[in-house]
């Protein structure tokens, strides 16, 4: 495995490779089977709320949680289905059927392979938080409001999807409860809420699962079912095969398909820092965003949906003294032997339990304390993050995340512009030979005149820049700019460096740059602007600025 470039190597290459024993093994394998069951009601649960059968949200956590594994950068990230997927899940599902769906998640698989290439797994930390809990929250309550109808035993497929016809179906709909199947909704809630006060060993939600089902096939409760609704629930994973699909609406799935990609991204490289903080290690962001795209590439010819890194089931994998890869083998592992022994009984399962535990699911998503928390955040802030959370809910996932980048970006524009500040230096300058000496006066004739730029010569400070030197009334030979402070420039700033450039040489005066750092300079150099400004008008100390300004004051008298 040596052709693999370090920052794409698995972490489960890594585990071998620096020695892994018999104790690691055990360790891992109780982590395993412990995860296993955790994730089998939440498999099950995420496939109906996707608008998919049950058993494809099984297929996916084994297949995908299987590939993520022994393909990612971290180790210990378990993967399979999630509660951020179901919006974009149900919706590509209503439109395009299953078979969009497959070729959609394919092609999110592509890009996040392309992404990991590309070494953008760095670059997706640097999403705005507020855009993150903005979304995340907003999922949160539509997976809540996707699950009511079950809660309440409402008939299913009657309810609006959009969010305020939905609110005023439920409100209408409420005479018609199942007060059983709601007495099921509340008990599981319970039991899946509180059951870390009996016992942390054992998960609550398979705790809730199986008393539910026990009761509801003891007693013979009229609640609606897996079996009831769904029909028999298979029992092992089914043959490679990809569904029929009308190629003509690749382009229309494009935009979906990057949704998944992103979010996968976001979801799968978030878990694995929450991880990295949980036993003190270090992941491989592009090796891990390499695994998603190849789970994803591959769950669709399993009958799978869309999957990414989850941070529940990955905190419960740490918490149970899983430290390798080996660890979410065996919770795949764990899940095929369920379905292959007791994938039958699965069709006995009530809706209401399922309801239940995706509510705490929901819960526990919205983040509602650090939401709150930041909305005593600066102002702008606030509005990225009420609107990414009220579009993505009363609109749409897409438009939410895209609006949301947009703000962010405005946000980024006026603060750059507020931190970097240009400024005109009227008296005799000091200039320090280096660092911490004391600093030299320096004594300027009267036709020069000196600016300094503190900060980023970004789009948001090139304004200021040239409104700076435009609201200077006089006339000087030379002017001097320092750039000491600068230390990245981009295309705007160099454009308005060099349309400064021109009014200067019209007027006749001589512009010099002197402190120019690394970044700019390489950034200049790209751009053509080194020979625009002039090579010998550029200078790496104020100093010998200003002596070259005498030399052309002199020279012009």
Known sequence: MRFLAPDLTPKLITTFRDGYTRQDLTRDVLAGLVVGIVALPLSIAFGIASGVRPEQGLFTAIVAGFLISAFGGSRVQIGGPTGAFVVIVAGIVAKFGYAGLAIATIMAGALLVA??????????????????????????????????????????????????????????????????????????????????????????????????????????????TIGSRFGEVPTGLPRPSLPRFDFTQLGALFSPALSIALLGAIESLLSAMVADGMIGGRHRANAELMGQGIANLVVPFFGGIPATGAIARTATNV???????????????????????????????????????????????????????????????????????????VVDLNVAIQVGMVLSSVLLMLRMAEVTQVRAVRDALDYETAPGDPAIPVELPPEVAVFEINGTF?????????????????????VILRMRHVMAIDATGLHALEDVQNRLRQQGTTLLLSGVHA???????????????????????????VARAREIVAMAR
Request: aromatic residues 8%; hydrophobic residues 50%; contains cysteine.
């Open 115 to 224: 992404m990991s290439i590309a070494r953008l797994g760095n670059v997706i930390k640097f999403i705005p938080y507020p855009v993150i809990i903005g979304f995340t929250s907003g999922i949160a309550i539509i997976i809540a409001m996707g699950q009511i109808g079950d809660g309440l035993g409402l008939p299913a497929g009657q309810a609006p999807a959009h969010f305020w016809p939905r609110c005023h179906y439920y409100i209408r709909s409420l005479p018609e409860t199942n007060l059983t199947a709601a007495a099921i909704c509340l008990g599981s809630v319970l039991i899946t809420q509180q059951w870390t006060r009996v016992s942390r060993r054992v998960p609550g939600p398979l705790v809730a699962l199986l008393l539910a089902t026990i009761v509801v096939k003891v007693f013979d409760l009229p609640v609606d």
């Open 519 to 545: 970044q700019p300079l390489a950034a200049m150099t790209r751009a053509g602007a080194v020979q625009h400004v002039g090579l010998d008008n550029m200078f790496s100390t104020f100093p010998d600025a």
């Open 319 to 393: 918490k149970n003294g899983g430290r390798s890869p080996v660890a979410g083998i065996v919770h795949a592992l764990t899940l095929l032997l369920i379905l292959m022994v007791a994938g039958k009984w699965a069709a006995y399962i009530p809706l209401a339990t399922l309801a239940g535990i995706l509510l705490v699911v929901a819960y526990n998503m919205s983040e509602w304390r650090v939401f709150r928390q930041l909305l005593r955040s600066p102002r702008g802030d606030v509005l990225v993050l009420l609107s990414t959370f009220i579009l993505t809910v």
């Open 458 to 478: 970004c789009f948001g400070a090139a304004r200021s820049f040239t409104e700076t030197l435009q609201s200077d009334r006089r006339r000087p030979r030379v």
